[in-house]
């Protein structure tokens, strides 16, 4: 099991990251409430992490706090929540946020996310009232994810790297393309698009 990678942080493009860790270079996916709290590129970055073996492939999920993947873990052994909802889910709701939803049986938010239909949110709400209390996680107001001292991912193309980070999450193109347009500012870089576009569709 590999649960914690510290290294020099050599590539980013949501929702991925390549860290180097003594020459070793590993692929990770984060959530993008984690992900806009990694530093700069060439920066030293500590990443928690939860590995899931499958037939075809080994995959690697980070997170920035045992928290956060404490959730994640919760979340998927929830009926009908594989890692990429749960990875979904959190990127689309910070952990505090995903808290408040469950306390307040919040279906309306919980369906707004890709991949999530109504059936599924009852469902996640009844499986995981209990289950968060493991947590001691106080709930927090839903806005949309902060950036909390994390570097703008400066790209060519802000709009086009948005877009496709949404779609990587699980968001149809179309609900991509219409979510970026209607909130893309030149000069915007493609976190900021980003955050902007998850809180249009929340």
């Known amino acids: ?23 070793v270079g590993y692929e990770v996916q984060l959530p993008l409430t ?13 990443v928690f992490t939860h590995f899931v073996v ?7 999920y980070g997170f920035n706090s045992k928290q956060e993947r404490s959730l994640f873990r919760l979340l998927i052994k929830a009926n009908g929540v594989g890692p990429k909802l749960a990875l979904t889910i959190l990127s689309g709701l910070t952990a505090e946020q995903f808290v408040q939803c469950v306390q307040h049986d919040d279906v309306t938010t919980l369906v707004k996310l890709p991949g999530v239909g109504k059936k599924t949110a009852e469902r ?8 968060i209390k493991e947590l ?18 400066i790209t060519n193309n802000g709009m086009d790297d948005a877009i496709a980070a949404l779609i990587s999450l699980g968001y149809s193109a179309h609900q991509a393309n ?12 493609s976190e900021v698009v980003i955050r902007n576009a998850l809180k249009s569709m929340l």
């Open 1 to 23: 099991m590999i649960g914690r990678l510290l290294g020099t942080l050599v590539d980013k493009q949501a929702p991925d990251i390549l860290i180097d860790v003594n020459g």
């Open 54 to 60: 499958r037939e075809d492939a080994q995959l690697l």
């Open 34 to 46: 984690s992900f806009y709290e990694l530093p700069e590129v060439g920066q030293q970055a500590t």
């Open 178 to 189: 219409k979510a970026v347009k209607a909130v893309y500012k030149d000069g915007d870089d």
């Open 124 to 131: 996640l709400l009844i499986e995981m009232r209990d289950r």
């Open 136 to 153: 001691n996680m106080a709930p927090a107001e839903l806005t949309a994810p902060q950036n909390v001292g994390a570097s703008p991912l």
